[in-house]
């Protein structure tokens, strides 16, 4: 009897433990599998952490480099904290309106020789030279109450500057045209654009020239330390 049976025993035996095999290997596999997941998902937020101190650390340099740029050729006239302020506040505004730094500051530079208190015999003020006509409309533009002692308030005529050229940027994307518009209005920037043989203002023309003289000062110390850029920089 136990003789007849035995082959039987001997299939489900075999059936069963074969069973056996395959189900511990599918759980080998998924539990791999899991481990990988488990891994990747590790690998990408350390990958995200060590970007963010990267970002933070380029961040830190920057400024750092920029106020030393700033104070390069100011240091009478301003303090190391100062220069920094202007640095940090700069780099907020560019950040908020995309714009590149080394624009801003090259033309904070041409401005006022970043002279926070600065008027020109034409009325402009500040350290980025707001006029106070532009000022009540860009005052419209960020919805913020207008009063001409504001000009003189650093963060606010930054602000007003980094809106100015934003709008500059998205109308000619063309230095030269941004420039022109800044110095002498959307008016003469526009002549300019129709016709290159438009005679400009000997100031703008000055100031334009000026102005990208400063922008390749600034570029060959800042580019590198651009947050978000590999050493390249924003035309």
Known sequence: MIKKYTPIFQSLFLFVFSTLIVWQHIEIRNLQGEFKKDCDIKTKQIQRLDAGIDFQTKRA???????????????????????????????????????????????????????????????????????????????????????????????????????????????????????????AGPKWANRYRVDKKTKLPEETIEYVKAVKKYYEEFSIRLAFYLPGNSGGEES
């Open 61 to 183: 340099k920057f400024l750092i480099v920029a106020r030393d740029s700033i104070l390069k050729k100011h240091r009478k006239s301003l303090t190391d904290g100062e220069a920094y302020r202007i640095a940090e506040f700069g780099l907020y505004v560019c950040e908020k309106y995309r714009l590149n730094p080394v624009l801003l500051f090259a033309v904070g530079r041409r401005e006022s020789r970043f002279d926070i208190k600065a008027e020109s015999n034409k009325g402009a003020k500040g350290i980025y030279q707001i006029m106070p006509l532009t000022g009540r409309i860009l005052c419209d533009a960020l919805d913020i109450e207008y009063n001409e002692s504001m000009l003189f308030n650093m963060k606010v005529n930054t602000e007003m500057a980094g809106k100015y050229l934003n709008y500059l940027q998205s109308e000619y994307s063309d230095l030269d045209l941004i420039l022109i518009g800044y110095n």
